[in-house]
């Protein structure tokens, strides 16, 4: 089979090339450096022309209010080629939970985004995900002042970037779900408890103080974000992956709230 992989260079995307390929399929990462503009739509019908299946990576370059704008023209854009050139599944990366936290206008955009595709003219699957592995240290950066890092107690599910990957690249081989797949990680933990067991295993010189207010995950309520009944449990612990990242212990830099 013949997959485009829209934002096939980026943390999901080079994983799902990489996998679809090593199955004896034929996947072509497409994105900006390639060539391909989402938004405008250049190079689009080149990038699916002939393609069995879209899977379709790409992700706002920001979590603000033009994040909706963003899924609505790509969506249009990339549906309108696909069924040009006669394409016969259409996947994207979505949120568990995302559809419960209407205080954050990202994740309001990707669920937009859910319905634009279950709306479309191509058959299609969506895989839900629970919060990266990789982005705990990103998420611990935007709340860090001084040495205190503050986080809520949020559930927080993390799964690894390559169980989503794999996942992800699963679907894309098999028949359209017309439906919803959800994946999480083995694992909920509160996501201040999160922060102490990464400083733990890769102190810096913070510390966790708990702050139900803090940050981005404050505006979750309650379990949202976590995986219940029917979901596919991926295999790979937070404790097990941290230990296969390099040491750092230079502090990430701050990022602006």
Excluded: C
């Excluded at 394409?87 to 859910?114: M, N, T, W």
């Amino acid at each position: 089979m013949k997959f485009a992989v829209i934002g096939g260079t980026g943390l999901i995307g080079s994983r799902v090339v990489k996998k679809l390929n090593a199955a004896g399929h034929e996947a072509v990462p497409h994105s900006l450096s390639t060539g391909i503009d989402v938004l405008t739509g250049q190079g689009l019908e080149e990038a699916v022309a002939g393609a069995d299946v879209i899977v379709n990576l790409t992700n706002s370059p920001t979590f603000d209010d033009a994040s909706p704008a963003f899924f609505q023209t790509s969506m249009d854009n990339l549906l309108a080629a696909g069924h040009k050139a006669g394409v016969g599944h259409f996947v994207i990366l979505s949120i568990v939970g995302a559809d419960q936290v209407p205080d954050l206008v990202y994740y309001r955009a990707k669920v937009l985004q859910e319905d634009i595709l279950k709306a479309g003219p191509i058959p299609y699957s969506i895989v839900r995900a629970t919060q990266f592995m990789e982005f705990i240290d990103a998420v611990m950066s935007m709340t860090t002042e001084g040495d205190t890092v503050r986080l809520p107690t949020t559930p927080i599910q993390p799964i690894a970037a390559q169980d989503v990957s794999d996942t992800v690249a699963e679907v894309a081989a098999g028949s359209p779900l017309n439906g919803t797949l959800k994946v999480g990680g083995p694992e909920v933990h509160p996501l201040d408890e999160l922060g102490r067991i990464t400083l733990n295993a890769r102190p810096d010189g913070r510390t966790v103080v708990t702050d139900d207010t803090a940050g981005m995950f404050a505006a979750v309520d309650g379990d949202v974000l976590t995986t219940k009944g029917g979901a596919r449990i991926a295999p790979t612990h937070y404790t097990d992956w941290l230990m296969t990242r390099p040491t750092h212990h230079r502090r990430p830099r701050h990022v602006e709230q």
